[in-house]
């Protein structure tokens, strides 16, 4: 069991979100194009064997977007351009971990995608996602990313396990 600042909870409206605490902050950023969108299969690290979009911790001093755009280089050597926040997202995991993360999409970038060793990168049809390989909670908020709809998710986690889940469409920016 992990040591958490917050207190172990078994619903997810059991949870204070005013007083939820993140043990990591991290990002994701999809570069989409052309009804396509660049994916990785996560090859080390947290999520490994899963299909994602790149992503990673917010080091300290870094802003999230900062922290995005660094993240897809290391990942698949391209840059992204035009980054613009989509989302923010909020886990809790039963065992007491808590991931806060912002969600970022870009439809240019600069370079040619590239295998590292932390993922492989691919482009896959934005209609035809393979969320069985992804995070369970990924279906309910990535089709709110594609339609340009900015929202907020909070999902509650047994491990890999989703238990429950809320994804909120939101009128508002994201700085």
Known sequence: MRESMNPMVERLHEIDWNAWVPEW???LLFIVRDEQV?????KTGFG???????????????????????????E??????????????????L?????????FRAAAFEGQPSETEEAKPFWNSIHRMPYDQMWADDRYWVPHLFAGRPFVGR????????????????NRCFQ
């Open 25 to 27: 902050r991290a990002t």
């Open 38 to 42: 660049l994916l990785i299969h996560k």
């Open 48 to 74: 490994r064997g899963k299909i994602n979009a790149p992503g990673g911790r917010i080091e300290p001093g870094e802003s999230a977007r900062e922290a995005a755009i660094r993240e897809v280089q290391e």
């Open 76 to 93: 698949v050597c391209v840059t992204p351009l035009d980054v613009e926040n989509c989302g923010t997202l909020y886990f809790q995991f």
């Open 95 to 103: 065992d007491g971990f808590t991931l806060y993360g912002e969600v």
């Open 155 to 170: 999902f509650l986690f047994d491990g890999e396990t989703m238990m429950e889940h809320d994804v909120q469409i939101v």
